[in-house]
């Protein structure tokens, strides 16, 4: 497997890295798999930071066909659908006539903004997918420097596309240069800073390499003649929506020299609150007579498998996506059901860690399942 390694900040350039905690061994694809444990892949996930400018960032990156070997999480659930819906009411606020959105997947954005209008709208995604009713053309592709777009458009989309790039500056850069003076840029990525404040395990990783803050958003686009227009939250910990427009004149800003400091702390308060949320864990499972399971068959496990959490007591994962059922966890031997599984269970403890998605999870299984479950959150 052919690395990339990192030895310069991924935001300002500069050369000033320095470790700050290193995963060893962690599985490289946040999915499910079919073929046998002994084939996975594991690489040590080595965070570091830039003392110039504070960045969390992922030292060593690892090739994108075997970080995406295949669709590992689609975004399914009545959370992600009120994401959708309102990240839709909030590109319609902008009046766009002519959309162009990098890594559209399924094309699931297109068919809500339709409950607004039909405007002309091509997605720029590597694997397309469509979903019934989407009606968005498709360009099979990467939007880098080679590529070339003859369409006419005033906006440009993206939705949780900008944590998962490698070089956000060189992203940056090709925007602004891909963009004429008043085209927009309207934008969804995941809320990091609430993120890891509160301890997800699905914050930063193997494919979401730095720890993409609004500090730094707001400095690129800056720095590449962008001018915020709006910013709205979903949630508290969960999205921002940007909106944005190349201007001439938009002035360069400087990052806070307190990032180092804050993020520093605040990545090391994550590790060892998982540490000890671990030896937790495991000591109130030792005690525990009832079947346990673990929920989420993604990197929200395998954060907690990583740091040690005792697996003999698990009778397997559960997940909401029929994708994933019947398959394996990779980097890991356990399989995946679904959550009816614990119809049949008696008092059922249930492993829950699932970031913002907790509430909604803990419901459905409450009302719909088992109302006897009992979870370790």
């Not at 998962?164 to 934008?187: N, R, T, V």
């Not at 909401?320 to 403890?349: F, H, I």
Request: aromatic letters at 12%; one cysteine or more; a negative charge.
């Amino acid at each position: 497997m052919q690395v990339i390694e990192r030895n310069q900040c991924a935001i300002t350039g500069r050369v000033d890295l320095e470790p700050l905690y290193n995963f060893p061994n962690f599985p490289v694809f946040m999915g499910c798999s079919s073929q046998p444990a002994e084939l996975d892949l594991k690489h040590d996930m080595s965070w570091w930071i830039s003392k110039s400018s504070g960045l969390v960032q992922l030292k060593t990156l690892l090739p994108l066909d075997v970080l995406y070997q295949e669709q590992h999480a689609g975004a399914i659930g009545m959370l992600w659908e009120r994401h959708h819906k309102s990240f839709a009411a909030f590109i319609r606020k902008t009046k766009p006539t002519a959309i162009l959105e990098i890594g559209g997947a399924h094309g699931i954005l297109e068919r809500e903004y339709q409950q607004f209008c039909q405007i002309p709208w091509t997605i720029l995604e590597p694997n397309p997918s469509p979903v019934d009713g989407c009606k968005a053309q498709f360009i099979k592709g990467f939007f880098d420097e080679k590529f070339v777009y003859d369409g006419y458009f005033d906006t440009v989309v993206h939705s949780h596309v900008f944590e998962h790039i490698y070089k956000p500056e060189e992203f940056m850069l090709q925007l602004s240069e891909f963009m004429d003076a008043g085209k927009q840029l309207i934008f969804s990525l995941p809320n990091m800073q609430a993120m890891l404040e509160r301890n997800y395990t699905n914050c930063i990783n193997f494919e979401h390499t730095i720890f993409l803050t609004e500090p730094y958003v707001d400095y690129l686009l800056a720095k590449h003649g962008i001018k915020i227009l709006a910013k709205e939250y979903f949630m508290e910990d969960h999205s921002i929506f940007y909106a944005a427009i190349r201007e001439a004149g938009v002035k360069p800003m400087p990052l806070s020299q307190d990032l180092y400091e804050a993020n520093k702390a605040l990545f090391l308060s994550y590790v060892d609150f998982h540490k000890a949320l671990i030896a937790d864990l495991n000591q109130r499972m030792e005690q525990a007579s009832q079947p346990i399971y673990l929920f989420g068959a993604h990197v929200f496990a395998q954060y907690l498998l990583e740091m040690g959490l005792n697996t003999e007591k698990i009778v397997c994962l559960l997940d909401n996506d029929p994708k994933k059922q019947g398959r394996r966890l990779y980097g890991t031997r356990l399989n995946v059901a679904s959550p009816k599984v614990l119809v049949r269970a008696k008092d059922p403890l249930v492993i829950l860690k699932a970031g913002v998605y907790n509430d909604e999870i803990k419901k459905d299984i409450l009302e719909n399942i088992n109302k006897a479950t009992i979870f370790f959150e």
